[in-house]
């Protein structure tokens, strides 16, 4: 017993052996039962087959070698079937304990009731069952038909009684020891069936054990290593959530510790320009137990702003309440700034940092709409800086730069925080102010105030770089709303009106009228009735005296006119702004070019041997070709260079005088004269008179109209005479209307006048059908 007790507790106990099978119970039960029967059979098998030896039991030997040899292929045997080396084992025992009954008598009731012991051990609790009923039968019928060696003396007369009472006895304690044995056995197989399930199950539960703490592992050095920020909050109570987890890359971003934040909340992250509307919306959803997404302004430990891009979402328990929020945190610092450079670059001025033309009509949308809903009066200012150009040429781009800075400081300073003032252009800028009055009059009270107050902080002189810099503004001024009245309409307007300020003399305020308009298209109208006008030949050139004092002519100009065949006459005044504006005044000059070289030709032929003055402006005098076109047009019909006068304005000597220089020395060279039209009136230094080859100098209309009344434009004309007189030069007056004029220049030493007193514009053809070899003075004046 001893050793089936180790056996069992070392082959049979969860987690030793590992051995579970029922059946591989009982073959392993078997085999040890087989080994025990042979070992002890074959110790006692010497002293009982001496001892029946000498008594002469030979038959006693023959079963006890048949039972030993038996037992011993059964054992020696393991790969037979458990069931037959069982069923052999308890046939044997059957035998046995039927001969020793038949022979000996009591020793058999142990063969016999080891017999269902061993079925209920071997096979089960049914085999034992009928085991028990089957030693019952064979004792009973045994006994009593053969006489066995068993008595009750009480009933020795009585056998069949006697065997009943034997068999009832054996059955009983037989039955008694079987049926404990096999519930005993039962209760063990049952035990052992669920500490089987318990193993599989806690086998399967440690499996699953294992994968779950490698994913665990697994998922923590994720997390770990993630990129992204990760927090893990509590549910807490109202808005306090905790922090009770942060991965590495919130420590690498925010400079915090993992203790350092623990039970603290994200409001440590928060700083000064953290969203609070955000802040609002991510309150609402922890309450709601709903997810958020959101963009928020964050703070490093030490006070460094970042952006991060975040998802928040509830984390529930096995109850599907939610008890812990998880943030999972972008850092999208560099995107948010590209998209503000993006912005930045699409909606504001690179130079001033003002907002651009595509804000500016934004803006102007909104305004608009406002006000058509409010009624409000507002303004947009149209400012243009005067002669920035000038600067910008001549001192560089950079202090051009400079002075648009300074500019745009000057109207920030001026303006409230609902105003706007935008850059569009050069040097061109827009103010817009914003809901200034309740009606159009105050609104333009208003408006020309503000107006008033930039164009006096723009005259005012800027130093840049510790020079000094004037500069000044034309400010075209509308207002809104109107009928019908859009945001291209108020630049349209408001550009207009500056146009006319700066045509009234520059550093002006103009307002815009509907009259304005109404020049504006007449004005696009014959632009593009000037371009036809050149090819349909409604241009042609008039001829004016320049006669000397006797009143004898000794040149002409030459001058462009244009019969409109609708308009009729139009105005030089009119069309050659108009074809300055336009870029057509380089070919309306290389024209005009042309025709007053043909014209000295036809002179010279008719007698009249003049000197011929043609304007040239300074968009064509800076052509590159300019100097290769006289000469192509001299050799081309053969005009003599020396009679030619190209007259030119001293607006040309401000820009690029050394090339201006040299392209008129080359031109001289070839005989062709030059002429400074309007002097005194524009360029204010004299030093050009000794590097350029000048021949003559033209008093301006403006000097001679109030001479000789007006003390101050006789000075200047007699000062024009007398430094001409010096250099050398021939002087024209032009504009000689009266004969109290034509005097004071003549006394005072002018070589030569020109005017309505001599002569009006006459065509070409006019001049040719005159004798010049008659008094000039007398039909010229006709």
Not at 21 to 27: F, K, L, P, V, Y
Not at 88 to 99: A, K, P, R, S
Not at 120 to 146: E, H
């Amino acid at each position: 017993m001893a050793i089936l007790l180790q056996w069992i507790r070392n082959h049979f106990l969860i987690g030793q052996s590992g051995v579970t099978d029922m059946q591989q119970w009982r073959a392993q039960v078997l085999s040890a039962v087989l080994f025990v029967a042979f070992a002890l059979g074959a110790v006692t098998a010497i002293p009982s087959i001496l001892l029946a030896l000498k008594q002469g039991l030979l038959s006693i030997v023959a079963i006890d070698l048949f039972a030993l040899a038996w037992v011993g292929m059964l054992w020696l045997k393991p790969q037979l079937p458990f069931l037959f080396r069982a069923w052999n084992l308890l046939i044997l025992l059957y035998l046995l304990g039927v001969w020793f009954l038949l022979t000996v008598g009591s020793v058999s009731q142990i063969y016999l009731m080891a017999f269902p012991v061993m079925a209920a051990l071997l096979v089960g609790f049914r085999p034992a069952v009928i085991a028990l009923f089957w030693n019952a039968i064979s004792m009973l019928c045994i006994g009593y038909f053969f006489n066995a060696n068993l008595h009750i003396e009480k009933y020795d007369d009585q056998p069949f009684i006697q065997w009943i009472v034997i068999t009832l006895n054996f059955t009983f304690i037989s039955s008694v020891i079987t049926i404990s044995c096999g519930v005993l056995l039962q209760r063990l197989e049952r035990s052992l069936k669920e500490q089987l399930a318990i193993a599989t199950s806690l086998k399967v539960e440690q499996s699953n054990l294992r994968a779950a703490n490698t994913a665990l592992r697994l998922n923590a050095v994720a997390l770990a290593r993630l990129n992204d920020i990760v927090l893990i909050m509590d549910v807490g109570s109202g808005a306090e959530h905790q922090i009770v987890f942060v991965n590495d890359a919130f420590e690498r971003k925010t400079g915090y510790t993992l203790s350092e934040v623990l039970g603290q909340t994200t409001s440590i992250l928060h700083g000064p320009n953290t969203q609070t509307a955000e802040l609002s919306r991510i309150a609402e959803a922890f309450k709601s137990g709903a997810s958020v997404h959101a963009e928020l302004i964050k703070y490093t430990k030490f006070g460094e702003e970042f952006w991060v891009e975040m998802d928040v979402v509830p984390l529930e328990d096995d109850k599907g309440s939610a008890s812990h929020w998880v943030a999972v945190e972008r850092d999208i610092t560099e995107r948010k700034k590209a998209e503000q450079q993006l912005y930045q670059l699409a909606y504001f001025d690179v130079l001033t940092g003002l907002p651009n033309r595509r804000l500016l009509m934004d803006r102007l949308d909104i305004l608009l709409a406002t006000a058509r809903r409010t009624g409000l009066v507002s303004a947009v200012l149209f400012i243009d800086l005067d002669h920035f150009k000038y600067i910008n040429d001549a001192r560089g781009h950079a202090v051009g730069d400079s002075l648009l800075v300074h500019v745009t400081q000057r109207l920030k300073s001026l303006l409230r925080e609902v105003d706007t003032v935008a850059r569009i252009g050069g040097d061109e800028f827009v103010v817009v102010i914003s809901n200034i009055a309740s009606d159009i009059s105050a609104g333009a009270l208003s408006a020309l105030a503000v107006a008033e107050k930039i164009r006096a902080a723009i005259a005012d002189p800027f130093d840049i770089d510790g020079q000094v810099y004037n500069s000044g503004c034309s400010i075209g001024v509308t207002l809104l709303p109107k009928a019908e009245q859009n945001t291209d309409d108020l630049l349209r307007e408001a550009d207009t009106a500056m146009n006319r300020a700066k045509a009234a003399g520059r550093n002006q305020i103009a307002f815009f009228e509907a009259t304005m308009q109404s020049e504006v298209e007449q004005r696009l109208i014959l632009t593009r009735d000037l371009a036809k006008a050149l090819h349909e030949g409604q241009l042609h050139m008039v001829m004016q005296a320049q006669v000397n004092h006797e009143g004898k002519p000794e040149g002409a100009e030459l001058l462009m006119r244009w019969v409109h065949p609708e308009r009729g006459p139009v105005s030089p005044a009119l069309f050659i702004p108009i074809a300055e504006e336009s870029g057509m005044i380089v070919q309306l000059g290389d024209w005009a070019l042309l025709q007053g070289c043909l014209a000295l030709l036809h002179l010279e032929q008719a007698g009249w041997l003049l000197t011929l003055s043609i304007n040239v402006s300074p968009k064509q005098f800076r052509q590159a070709d300019f100097v290769d076109k006289v000469i192509a047009v001299l050799n081309e019909t053969g005009a003599p260079a020396a009679r030619l006068v190209l007259e030119v304005t001293e607006g040309l000597l401000i820009h690029n005088l050394q090339e201006t220089v040299e392209r008129m020395h080359a031109l001289a060279a070839l005989g062709v004269r030059f002429s400074i039209d309007d002097f005194g009136t524009g360029y204010s230094s004299l030093a050009y008179l000794k590097k350029l080859p000048i021949y003559e100098l033209k008093i301006d209309k403006s000097f001679v109209d109030d001479t000789p009344g007006d003390p101050n434009d006789t000075a200047i004309v007699q000062s024009i005479l007398s430094m001409a007189s010096h250099l050398g030069l021939r002087v024209v007056a032009e504009g000689v209307e009266t004969q109290q004029q034509a005097d004071f220049l003549i006394e005072s030493g002018c070589a030569s006048l020109q005017g309505y007193l001599y002569c009006r514009p006459i065509s070409i053809n006019g001049w040719l059908e005159k004798n010049p070899s008659v008094d000039m003075h007398v039909y010229i004046g006709d």
